[in-house]
């Protein structure tokens, strides 16, 4: 079976620094990348950042460059999201996907929920004021 598991989300104040991570299971072989979205309470799920499994290329959406760094850990089969200077705004649950498409090359394409095959079940990130 397929599993992405996140973990590291909790309460943090703001101007700290937070590191979650996504394990992933099951045929991870088959991934052509892993990206991170976040959902607040009313409001879409929206494309945080994301990395080509092959070679590691990243991209960032416009609101997480600079504050934020994906990176991945293939021995680990785990993918990370290290967030600087969190702000409240950051208050989301954050969720990790796995894709197995060949679309993944384009800034674009690895922006779209549609892209992705697998999601884990997110971990919640409070920052407070």
């Known amino acids: 079976q397929v599993q992405l598991v996140e973990s590291g989300g909790g309460l943090v104040q703001a101007g700290g620094s937070l590191r979650l991570s996504c394990a992933a299971s099951?045929?991870?072989?088959?991934?052509?990348?892993m990206g991170w979205f976040r959902q607040a309470p009313g409001k879409e799920r929206e494309f945080v950042a994301a990395?080509?499994?092959?070679?590691?290329?990243?991209y960032y959406a416009d609101s997480a460059k600079g504050r934020f760094t994906v990176s991945r850990d293939n021995a680990k089969n785990t993918v990370y999201l290290e967030i600087f200077s969190l702000k409240p705004e950051d208050t989301a649950i954050y969720y990790c996907?796995?894709?197995?498409?060949?679309?993944?090359?384009?800034?674009?394409?690895?922006?779209?929920?549609?892209?992705?095959?697998?999601w884990g079940q997110g971990t919640q990130v409070t920052v407070s004021s």
């Open positions: 990395i080509k499994w092959s070679g590691g290329s990243t």
């Open positions: 996907a796995a894709s197995t498409s060949i679309l993944f090359i384009t800034d674009h394409s690895m922006s779209q929920p549609a892209l992705y095959n697998f």
């Open positions: 099951g045929r991870t072989f088959t991934y052509s990348g």
